[in-house]
T-cell receptor
Framework: AQSVTQPDIHITVSEGASLELRCNYS??????LFWYVQSPGQGLQLLLK??????LVQGIKGFEAEFKRSQSSFNLRKPSVHWSDAAEYFC?????????????FGQGTILTVHP | AAGVIQSPRHLIKEKRETATLKCYPI?????VYWYQQGPGQDPQFLIS???????DKGSIPDRFSAQQFSDYHSELNMSSLELGDSALYFC????????????FGEGSWLTVV
């Protein structure tokens, strides 16, 4: 079955440290890939997306993600985390060629940032 | 810039009552999506509309219905509410369904007591 997995439910990092959030997908073909961030009680904000082309994607707020077809992964990274990055992060996919709005989300990773 | 507007932001209903959520997409956006996010859960796709016609259907209960109106706003109607319907309901919109980023509203919190 098609699925999206975020193996880490909760990650804690110190401010200024680097960050990597993992995302793996299981689809027959390369889907379209997204990362969203959700602050408590807030909506979902798109950080970045990958459709095709360069496998290293730059997003907002200093985030980037790398698509690795061989590993079916789309991990999110940030070289230096700020306290305001504390939130929940969702990886999401859409099967290629379908509506970009019918997203399937991973379970989410809660990021805590220590001062 | 204008964003997706959802109303009401918070709603408390009793079991077996009916609730209606409204969504106003970003101007010129013609596609609307509804998602349900239960407590501690990831968002689940419910239904979408393109040019006022239903375009996709996900895990939407039969007790729920939705439509998109001529001004492109959408309403999600939920009847015979159950405790398990308590969730954050997101609306999102995009400019055509084929190739653009979707933008989410801040959600409507529904609590069923």
């Amino acid at each position: 079955a098609q699925s999206v997995t975020q193996p880490d439910i909760h990650i804690t990092v110190s401010e200024g440290a680097s960050l990597e959030l993992r995302c793996n997908y299981s689809y027959g073909a390369t889907p379209y890939l997204f990362w969203y961030v959700q602050s408590p009680g807030q909506g979902l904000q798109l950080l970045l997306k990958y459709f095709s082309g360069d496998t290293l994607v730059q997003g907002i707020k200093g985030f980037e993600a790398e698509f690795k077809r061989s590993q079916s992964s789309f991990n999110l990274r940030k070289p230096s985390v700020h306290w305001s990055d504390a939130a929940e992060y969702f990886c999401a996919v859409v099967p290629g060629g379908t509506s970009y709005g019918k997203l399937t989300f991973g379970q989410g990773t809660i990021l805590t940032v220590h001062p | 810039a204008a964003g997706v507007i959802q109303s009401p932001r918070h709603l408390i209903k009793e079991k077996r009552e009916t609730a209606t959520l409204k969504c106003y997409p970003i101007p010129r956006h013609d596609t609307v999506y509804w998602y349900q996010q239960g407590p501690g859960q990831d968002p689940q796709f419910l239904i979408s509309f393109y040019e006022k016609m239903q375009s996709d259907k996900g895990s939407i209960p039969d007790r729920f219905s939705a439509q998109q109106f001529s001004d492109y706003h959408s309403e999600l109607n939920m009847s015979s509410l159950e405790l398990g319907d308590s969730a954050l309901y997101f609306c999102a919109s995009s400019l055509d369904r084929g190739g653009n980023t979707i933008y989410f509203g801040e959600g409507s919190w529904l609590t069923v007591v």
